[in-house]
T-cell receptor, first 112, second 115 residues
Framework: NAGVTQTPKFQVLKTGQSMTLQCAQD?????MSWYRQDPGMGLRLIHY???????DQGEVPNGYNVSRSTTEDFPLRLLSAAPSQTSVYFC???????????FGPGTRLLVL | GENVEQHPSTLSVQEGDSAVIKCTYS??????FPWYKQELGKRPQLIID?????GEKKDQRIAVTLNKTAKHFSLHITETQPEDSAVYFC??????????????FGTGTQLKVEL
C-alpha cells in the first residue's frame, strides 16, 4: 500500500514550458486535491475532485488544469509555466470529502 | 469563502513547557477543523481534528478546543519534546455555501522546542 505518490520529486522549467505533475493513490479514495505551498502562505487549494469525472476550482486555479479520468490518478497540468508558479506542490486524498486528507511527498517546482 | 487566520507565526518554548496555537475562521457554517504537523522537508500529516458538535478533543499530549460562538479553535501541546519541533497548520472545512469540500489552511506556526 503506497498511499499517495507524486512524480517528479523535483523539476526545473523555463518560462513558457508546459508539464504535468503526476499524483496517484491506491486507497480507493474518492476525494483528491492539489495544493501549493509557499513560504508564509500556508497551503492553498488549486483544484479538487470529488470523484472520477468531477473536478472543481480551489482558491488559486489560474494557470493550472486538472482532469480525473480514474479514481486513482489526478494529474495537474501547467500549460505555460511562469516564475510565479515556483512552489512546492502537494497532492492529497481522502475518502468521501475533504476530511482526513493524506498528503503525497510533494513536488518541488522551479520556474526560471 | 472561508478565511483562516493563525497565530503566532513562530513559537519557541522550553522542553517540558506547554505550547498553544490559535486560529480563527470566518464561515460560521464551517464544521470540521483539523490540525496538521509538517516536519522540515516532509509532507503535512494530520495529528488531530475536531468537529463542530464537540468542544474539546484530546489525544495523549495534544488537545484541540473549539469555540463556535467566537469562531476560534486552538491546539494545545503539553510536556513538549524536541520532536514536537515542526510547522503546525490549522484548517477549516467550509459549510455548504462556503465550499463544503474544501479545506482552507492557516499560514502555519513554526514551533521550536528548546532543550
Amino acid at each position: 500500500n503506497a498511499g499517495v505518490t507524486q512524480t517528479p520529486k523535483f523539476q526545473v522549467l523555463k518560462t513558457g514550458q508546459s508539464m504535468t505533475l503526476q499524483c496517484a493513490q491506491d486507497m480507493n479514495h474518492e476525494y483528491m486535491s492539489w495544493y501549493r505551498q509557499d513560504p508564509g502562505m500556508g497551503l492553498r487549494l488549486i483544484h479538487y475532485s470529488v470523484g472520477a469525472g468531477i473536478t472543481d476550482q480551489g482558491e488559486v486555479p489560474n494557470g493550472y488544469n486538472v482532469s480525473r479520468s480514474t479514481t486513482e490518478d489526478f494529474p495537474l497540468r501547467l500549460l505555460s509555466a511562469a516564475p510565479s508558479q515556483t512552489s512546492v506542490y502537494f497532492c492529497a486524498s481522502s475518502y468521501g470529502n475533504a476530511e482526513t486528507q493524506y498528503f503525497g511527498p510533494g513536488t518541488r517546482l522551479l520556474v526560471l | 469563502g472561508e478565511n483562516v487566520e493563525q497565530h503566532p507565526s513562530t513559537l519557541s518554548v522550553q522542553e517540558g513547557d506547554s505550547a498553544v496555537i490559535k486560529c480563527t475562521y470566518s464561515d460560521s457554517a464551517s464544521n470540521y477543523f483539523p490540525w496538521y504537523k509538517q516536519e522540515l522537508g516532509k509532507r503535512p500529516q494530520l495529528i488531530i481534528d475536531i468537529r463542530s458538535n464537540v468542544g474539546e478533543k484530546k489525544d495523549q499530549r495534544i488537545a484541540v478546543t473549539l469555540n463556535k460562538t467566537a469562531k476560534h479553535f486552538s491546539l494545545h501541546i503539553t510536556e513538549t519534546q524536541p520532536e514536537d519541533s515542526a510547522v503546525y497548520f490549522c484548517a477549516a472545512k467550509g459549510g455548504l455555501t462556503g465550499g463544503g469540500n474544501k479545506l482552507t489552511f492557516g499560514t502555519g506556526t513554526q514551533l521550536k522546542v528548546e532543550l
